[in-house]
């Protein structure tokens, strides 16, 4: 059975600070999601990995899958207080059998203050 | 843009109650997907459905069903609610191939009295 850890789960951190989020997960898969939710929203997709040293970035998050270690990270640049929200990893176990039965870690709760 | 819309945003029902929760998409997807989420847990799937009529058990289908009957709308049925069903439901879908993000809808907080 798949399972799929984050660390931290919070994190208060203060603007202009650099952060890692990690998620790493326990069975082989090349398929990696990050997701981020608003209090009181819906999740909003942030990056899809797809292969071993995937990397993506948008803005001031950057985030990496290495499928040998079963990890991936996810990294915050000089925070602002507007990415303070909670972000999920999740994993596809099975990539190749059709929908996305995607496994979720428990959330990070990042909160970034002035 | 991708609308995925459930229809309701908090609903409260009593114990042994039947309860529906309904979910549209606007996007022509073949994948959709019932989650619930509760705190210190993420997020934990219960059924999906790939195509009309057609569904498979998630991680935690014990006291839920669904149905599709037609390819926007994906219903998920609590035949007999109970306590331990409280909890935010999040509907969403996707196209295939299966490399597709997800989309989800706004959530409906369901509260089991």
């Known amino acids: 059975e798949l399972k799929v850890e984050q660390n931290p789960l919070f994190l208060s951190m203060q603007e202009g600070k650099n952060y890692t989020i990690y998620c790493n997960y326990s069975?082989?898969?090349?398929?990696l999601y990050w997701y981020r939710q608003d209090p009181g929203k819906s999740l909003e997709s942030l990056f899809v990995?797809?292969?071993?040293?995937a990397v993506k970035q948008e803005g001031r998050l950057m985030a990496s899958l290495d499928t040998k270690a079963r990890l991936s990270t996810l990294h915050i640049t000089a925070a602002v207080h507007d990415l303070s929200a909670t972000y999920f990893c999740?994993?596809?176990?099975?990539?190749?059998?059709?929908?996305?039965?995607?496994?979720f870690g428990q959330g990070t709760r990042l909160t970034i203050n002035p | 843009d991708v609308k995925v819309t459930q229809s309701s945003r908090y609903l409260v029902k009593r114990t042994g109650e039947k309860v529906f929760l309904e979910c549209v998409q606007d996007?022509?997807?073949?994948?959709m997907f019932w989650y619930r989420q509760d705190p210190g847990l993420g997020l934990r799937l219960i059924y999906f459905?790939?195509?009309?009529?057609?569904?498979e058990k998630g991680d935690i289908p014990e006291g839920y069903s669904v149905s599709r009957e037609k390819k926007e709308r994906f219903s998920l049925i609590l035949e007999s609610a109970s306590t331990n069903q409280t909890s935010m439901y999040l509907c969403?879908?996707?196209?295939?191939?299966?490399?597709?993000?997800?989309?989800f809808g706004s959530g409906t907080q369901l509260s089991v009295l």
């Open positions: 969403a879908s996707s196209s295939n191939p299966g490399v597709e993000k997800l989309f």
């Open positions: 069975t082989t898969s090349d398929r």
């Open positions: 990995l797809l292969s071993n040293g």
């Open positions: 999740a994993v596809d176990p099975d990539p190749f059998q059709g929908a996305q039965k995607l496994v």
């Open positions: 996007m022509d997807h073949e994948n």
């Open positions: 459905s790939y195509d009309v009529k057609m569904k």
